[in-house]
């Protein structure tokens, strides 16, 4: 009987206190903020076309050409574009910024079943979720760096288009969603002291 009891007691001892509301929304706004910035990057690098200079538009994926009368030609031969070094850096662009996605679909998955399955390693999973997406801010920015340092000859403020913009805002979201989870893993599950022998 006293096994049985010690058992218990060891199980009951495991188990954490229920989350305020306050906690749980707000751990519910930052996976929803994330599911929205992985979105957001995952149409921007499927899409691509992220400058606008004269008659060019450059993308991940296509160079095109376009005339005032005719459609746009494009061409998946980056190298016609005559830019030095596009072919490649764009290779490197457009596969960090497809990690930084797939990174931040794993943090993005850490932090949702933390949440579902509640139990002693639910903080570990959720703080491993948020540096997940702090890895994904980090590929994301050099995505972004990479492509314009690539074409900062033909950059204006004006040329970026919208896929671009959707690729920074989820960057953007990517640290804020990062630094907000690991803050309040932090401020409501305090890391333990270490002991004084």
Known sequence: ????????????????????????FIRTLIITCASLAVVLASVSICDGHWLLAGDRLFGLWHYCTATNQSEPRCLRDLGQ??????????????????????AAIFGLELLMVSQVYDDIH????????????????VLSCGGLLGFVILLRNQVTLIGFTLMFWCEFTAS??????????????????????????
Do not use: C, D, Y
């Open 1 to 24: 009987m006293t096994a049985i009891a010690v058992q218990a007691q060891r199980l009951l001892g495991q188990r954490r206190p229920r989350r305020s509301f306050f906690e749980s």
């Open 81 to 102: 574009a005559h830019v030095p070094g596009l072919a490649v850096g764009m290779g490197l662009a457009r596969t960090v910024s497809a990690l930084a996605v797939v």
């Open 122 to 137: 639910s903080r570990r999973k959720w703080a491993m979720g948020s540096v997940l997406l702090l890895v994904s801010f």
């Open 172 to 197: 953007f979201l990517f640290f804020l969603n990062a630094i907000s989870g690991l803050h309040i893993n932090s401020i409501t599950h305090p890391w333990p002291q270490p002991r004084k022998f």
